[in-house]
């Protein structure tokens, strides 16, 4: 009997994924051989990214994922990769999926939280008040609370682990306004925070690193079941490539592919004199704004 893929329901950003070869490619570097490293939010976009990229480069991977489907997409399509379901906001799934790592590859050296949610640009005006707390809590626990929880499960394994380091997923929003709405920008702001703190909470034995991409298609980022956006894809926008390619000077729009060798080289111990540090993958968000072409021509000598 021919092996099928699952069903992957109502989620198309997966589908890119239901033809790939399942015959891992070559290391480009193997920077990451023999780590032993714990994902979470695996299952799609940039995380699913990051863990084809660790797996290439020689990890052993577990990936916690709150999804079903993307969790049968990932046992099909990656065997080698332990799946743990559960929601990331709790800390009983990030301290199962800690154990299954441990128990699956003898420790733990890397933890990356991929986890996140979308405003969809909703400003403190379009907020109703009743519901303010309701959509804030929610973003704050998707976005924020999910990583401290990951930590707080992951860090005593981390301790006794190779060259241990954490990576959390900042965005260009940690950085500047304007990208993502009130509730989005201000959890993102404080992922930042969070790398600062915990680098400087867990040093020497453990480093804390971010990664913080700008505008980023092909991904199932999806808005705030509060405010009614748990089934809008920020990816089905229209001309959702375009506008990014229009607002980066670099006139880029990267995918998650591109930003995970940025997860990859902090998670090695090629930057092991880093910590607190972060890495922007976003076209160049923060040298300003796309360069005005000039129709006149080279501005007079």
Known sequence: MTEQPPDDGDAPELLRHATAARKKPPPVTTWLHGKRALIVGGGSGIGRAV????????????????????CAMLRWQ???????????????????????????????????????????????????????????????RTNVLSHLHSVKAAAPALREGVGPSIVLTESASSYYPGRGGVLYVSS????????????????????????????????????????????ARLDDAPNRERDV?????????LTGEDHAWAFVFLASDRSRGLTGETIHPDGGFGVGNPKVERPWGPAPS
């Open 188 to 231: 993102k702001f404080a992922v930042r925070g969070l790398v600062a703190a915990l680098a400087h909470e867990l040093a020497p034995q453990i480093r804390v690193n971010g990664v913080a991409p700008g505008g980023t298609v092909n991904t199932d980022l999806r808005g705030l079941t509060s405010l009614g956006q748990g089934e």
């Open 51 to 70: 863990v084809e990229a660790f797996l290439r480069e020689d990890a052993r991977v577990t990936v916690l994922e709150h999804d079903p489907q993307k």
């Open 245 to 253: 390619v229009a607002r980066t000077p670099l006139n880029v729009a």
């Open 78 to 140: 990656l065997p080698d990769v332990r799946m743990v379901e559960g929601d990331a906001i709790t800390s009983e799934a990030n301290q199962r999926a800690v154990n299954v790592a441990v128990d699956s590859f003898g420790g733990l050296d890397i933890l990356v939280n991929c986890v996140g949610v979308f405003d969809f640009y909703q400003g403190v005006a379009d907020l109703d008040a009743n519901g303010l707390s309701v959509a804030f809590d929610e973003m704050f």
